[in-house]
């Protein structure tokens, strides 16, 4: 499967609720904003690990570069 922004973009959203979800990339990097409650009181970590959850194994066989950065919805409107 070729990996794409909306491929990875569609995994995530599948996979948790998102208040506002967008990802970026050139076919090999990749960067994934991503805004949860489900971040609420979860450490940076914890946020990331929930995220790469949504991926599976594509993580490990397909997408070899992600950057995350995670936001509640508070402190997204806080930005």
């Keep these: 499967m070729i990996v ?3 491929s990875i973009q569609h995994d995530i959203a599948q996979g948790m609720t ?7 990339g050139d ?3 990749f960067e994934a904003v991503v805004v949860s409650a489900e971040f609420d009181g ?3 970590v914890r946020r990331h690990q ?4 949504t991926l599976g194994e594509r993580m490990r ?3 070899h ?3 995350i950065k995670t936001y509640t919805p508070q402190e997204w409107a806080a930005r």
């Design 4 to 6: 794409t922004p909306d």
């Design 18 to 24: 998102t208040e506002y979800l967008v990802v970026s």
């Design 27 to 29: 076919g090999r990097h």
């Design 42 to 44: 979860l450490s940076r």
């Design 50 to 53: 929930r995220v790469f959850q």
């Design 61 to 63: 066989d397909e997408i």
């Design 65 to 67: 570069a992600l950057s």
